[in-house]
């Protein structure tokens, strides 16, 4: 898994580095800002554990250098600090797929597993529109890395009077197993619009997801599940402004 990681990044220089060497029009911007979202989360259990998606929250430090226009493309690298609460809910049913109901409690089950972490994804992004006042598209891809702070359990029942007679799954390990990998890599990609005024700053809205390439559990022939990576689905708001601008009339 780290060497496709290691792919993955080298791209990405080879990317910028290609995008550098073109002759365009000379770019030397950099904005920094903060940014703020809503993550929808999964992880892909082998064997499969039937989920609903996890909700949370994403924020951080937003950093971007703009390094050249090319034809109409303008090419920028992107990096973030963000704080984000993944994890899995899931979906406990019968095989008429109702509610499994807790024959101590007479509630419904419920299980829902916050696992917080730091996440840093660096990015190419391409750009097409407005610079400095007005809309610009843009679609960025690359790789990411998260580190594990902590997590947290929430559950309506006591885990060994649960109804595992009704339920469609049998699968329950992970619901006693903390994280066993703290570090998370993959790859995330997004695209967005962004509103720039040359006063105000850059006001940026986007969709992203990523696709881990790691495992939150151990996955060797000997432990429980053969898979466990994370993926999720993040809208955010990201709001950026000027620290540094190239001194070119003819950019608009």
Aim: hydrophobic share 35%; aromatic share 14%.
């Amino acid at each position: 898994m780290m060497k496709r990681f290691g792919l993955v990044l080298s791209c990405l220089c080879f990317l910028v580095m290609g995008l550098k060497a073109q002759v365009g029009e000379y770019r030397s911007d950099f904005a920094i800002g903060g940014t703020a979202g809503y993550v929808m989360s999964q992880v892909g259990f082998m064997p499969e554990v039937p989920q609903k998606w996890h909700g949370g929250l994403i924020g951080g430090l937003s950093l971007r250098y703009t390094c050249e226009k090319y034809f109409n493309s303008i090419c920028a690298v992107t990096a973030e600090v963000n704080y984000a609460q993944l994890g899995w809910k899931e979906e406990l049913l019968t095989p008429e797929d109702q509610p499994v109901i807790n024959s101590v409690t007479g509630v419904a089950e419920e299980y829902e597993r916050t696992i917080n972490y730091i996440q840093v994804p660096v990015f190419a992004r391409l750009g097409w529109g407005r610079e400095r006042k007005g809309v610009q598209a843009f679609f960025q891809v690359g790789p990411q890395v998260g580190f594990y702070l902590n997590e947290q359990t929430k559950m309506n029942f006591n885990f060994n009077e649960r109804n595992a007679a009704q339920r469609t799954s049998k699968i329950v390990a992970q619901d006693t197993m903390s994280v066993q990998r703290t570090m998370d890599y993959g790859i995330a990609g997004g695209a967005g619009v962004e509103f720039s005024h040359p006063k105000l700053g850059h006001f940026i809205l986007e969709g992203r997801y990523y696709y881990g390439l790691g495992d939150i559990y151990k996955n060797s022939k000997r432990d429980y599940f053969g898979r466990s990576n994370l993926s999720n689905i993040v809208v955010k708001l990201t709001y950026l402004f000027d620290i540094k601008k190239t001194n070119n009339p003819k950019i608009k």
